[in-house]
């Protein structure tokens, strides 16, 4: 079964520090990975996707993500962070069966001035 | 360009009362995805459409709950009787058919709360 893991709940960062946050993935064959941000009373925004080719993918906001096969992980970076991407991020794989994401439990990202 | 638009955003109904929340996708997304999200289960996929189809219902908690599609551009989720547990915020989500390439695109959902 596909499946995906977000090992921290929570990721505290000051202000202008790199940002990292953990995505683990488990499927049969490539994987379509996928990064969302969720703010306070919004949905889901569409942040970056890997499907093939450059293992750095560059998405919105200046956040990219690193695909390594090798470790099965799939990163989300930004090389300074602001106090505004402050959210609640997801990791997702498709599922290659269906249309169907399978969805991280997300992990909120708290910037500090 | 309009995204996925949900209605309503916010509702507050008593407990036995019919709810129904209202979804529409992006013009020439032929996939539409219902979402329930919780604290304590997170986000919960509850059935998709592929061409106004239902595909997989599998994840519709009880028989209380339905979505239709009657059309490209508008679905409904129905619960009928509404319990106080079914209090959740409801995303509706759309992308091209077959494009599991794509990206979902999510509505700003709506916030139900049972009383």
């Known amino acids: 079964a596909q499946s995906v893991a977000q090992p921290e709940d929570q990721v505290n960062v000051a202000e202008g520090n790199p940002l990292t946050v953990k995505c683990t993935y488990s499927v049969s064959g490539n994987p379509y990975l996928f990064w969302y941000v969720q703010y306070p009373n919004r949905g889901l925004q569409f942040l970056l996707k890997y499907i093939t080719g450059d293992n750095l993918v560059k998405g919105s906001y200046g956040f990219e993500a690193e695909f390594n096969k090798s470790q099965t992980s799939f990163h989300l970076k930004k090389p300074s962070a602001l106090v505004s991407d402050s959210a609640l991020y997801f990791c997702?794989?498709?599922?290659?069966?269906?249309?169907?994401?399978?969805f991280g439990t997300g992990t909120r990202l708290q910037v500090f001035p | 360009d309009a995204g996925v638009i949900q209605s309503p955003r916010h509702e507050v109904t008593e407990m036995g009362q019919e709810v129904t929340l209202r979804c529409k996708p992006i013009?020439?997304?032929?996939?539409l995805f219902w979402y329930r999200q919780t604290m304590m289960r997170g986000l919960e996929l509850l059935i998709y459409f592929n061409n106004n189809v239902p595909i997989d219902d599998s994840g519709m908690p009880e028989d209380r709950f339905s979505a239709k599609m009657p059309n490209a551009s508008f679905s409904t989720l129905k619960i009928q009787p509404s319990e106080p547990r079914d209090s959740a915020v409801y995303f509706c989500?759309?992308?091209?058919?077959?494009?599991?390439?794509?990206?979902?695109?999510f509505g700003d959902g709506t916030r139900l709360s049972i009383l």
């Open positions: 989500a759309s992308s091209p058919y077959g494009g599991q390439r794509q990206p979902q695109h």
């Open positions: 013009s020439g997304h032929n996939s």
């Open positions: 997702a794989v498709r599922d290659h069966n269906t249309d169907k994401l399978i």
